[in-house]
């Protein structure tokens, strides 16, 4: 492990960031917390301690606030930043292009302006499967074609890649790493984090968790015309303890190096949405009935990633099977039906 550092999180209470401060901390890093609770929630701040065993430093703010964000710089140490911060509905996206231009691009300009006035020298940023768009042809590769993104949040996450990389290209110094995400779903096996959408979920491991638990009605599956084995669609769906470890690893490579480098972050493994309401229904221990609806728009058959590039550089790779991460999620929503704040 590289030495202890000091890491700031923009968006640390939300799913992937809260599950990232406690494997940071479990790594022996310390945390700074920057979050303006618009779609996270306050109480996680003490699992993460519980978790993590140290309370993290917090600041409530918009990362979109220059004058706020630059106050946490003069205020604290960091050492490198993971840029987690932003909206992430991709229907809403569709409806608010311009919230979600605004939010996503002012945050990620703000902070590298904030980081380059402060000396913060590496940081890592969230971005998503869903800027490869469609591809004809799978896993994949970190090299393929990006940008022809199918909604606005998607468009947002490429916008900012590629601020962050003539970011780089222009200062020297500044070392920049790219994880692009596939499908996370699951919880630290704890059970006392996990995801706790707003609303309605709109993704299908919080929908069938709380359709398990009596909080939904109905189950429906989108499209069963897809051309998969089952016909419905197929994702790289990743336990978030493992695509956090990712986070940690990724300090661990870019610390001390400059550039810009992109990682996929997935197992490689496709599952259909019928395999993953199976598997659910394994770890829940009740058969869940579901319809077939018509297919959502914008969705792709098939999606899953060649996750080689991370392993051979960031020595990285997904440890936790489907099973583990249906018993997780099912762990953090039975203990937790309403999420955090009940
Ligand atoms: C979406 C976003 C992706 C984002 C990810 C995690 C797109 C097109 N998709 O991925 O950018 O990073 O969420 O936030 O940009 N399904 C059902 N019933 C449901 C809910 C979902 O059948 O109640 C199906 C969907 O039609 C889809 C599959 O489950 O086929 C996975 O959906 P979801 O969990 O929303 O993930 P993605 O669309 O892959």
């Not at 591809?135 to 022809?148: N, S």
């Not at 006392?192 to 299908?204: A, F, K, Q, S, V």
């Amino acid at each position: 492990m590289s030495n202890k550092l000091r890491v700031l999180l923009t968006g640390g209470c939300g799913y992937i960031g809260s599950h990232t401060a406690v494997e940071l901390m479990r790594a022996g890093h310390e945390v700074v917390i920057a979050d303006s609770l618009v779609n996270s929630c306050a109480s996680v701040l003490p699992r993460i301690e519980e978790l993590g065993g140290e309370k993290p430093v917090f600041y409530n703010i918009d990362v979109c606030d220059p004058v706020k964000l630059d106050e946490l710089f003069s205020n604290e140490r960091i050492d490198a930043v993971i840029h987690f911060a932003g909206l992430k509905c991709v229907p809403e996206s569709v409806s608010m292009p311009l919230l979600y231009y605004r939010n996503n691009l002012d945050s990620t300009m703000n902070l590298l302006e904030r980081m380059r006035d402060h000396g913060v020298k590496y940081v890592v940023f969230s971005s998503s499967a869903t800027v490869y768009g469609e591809q004809d042809v799978m896993p994949l590769k970190e090299d393929m074609p990006t940008g022809a993104c199918t909604n606005p949040y998607g468009m947002t996450k490429h916008m900012s890649e590629v601020i962050i990389r003539d970011a780089a290209k222009a200062d020297p110094t500044l070392g920049a790493v790219l994880l692009r995400y596939f499908n996370p779903i699951g919880a630290d096996e704890s059970g006392r984090i996990g995801e706790d959408p707003l609303g309605i979920p709109n993704n299908l491991l919080p929908y069938v968790a709380q359709f398990a638990t009596g909080r939904r009605e109905k189950l429906f599956v989108n499209g069963n015309d897809y051309p998969t084995r089952d016909g419905t669609c197929v994702r790289d769906f990743i336990h978030v303890t493992d695509l956090a470890l990712a986070h940690v690893k990724a300090l661990d490579y870019i610390v001390g190096k400059a550039g810009c480098e992109v990682f996929n972050i997935g197992t490689g493994n496709g599952y259909s949405v019928l395999e993953v309401i199976a598997a659910f229904s394994r770890a829940c221990g009740k058969v869940l009935k579901f319809e077939f609806a018509p297919r959502r728009a914008g969705d792709i058959p098939t999606c899953y990633a060649d996750p080689s590039k991370a392993e051979r550089l960031l020595g990285w790779k997904a440890e936790r099977g489907l099973e583990k991460m249906c018993e997780d999620t099912w762990r953090w929503q039975s203990n937790n039906p309403m999420g955090y704040e009940k």
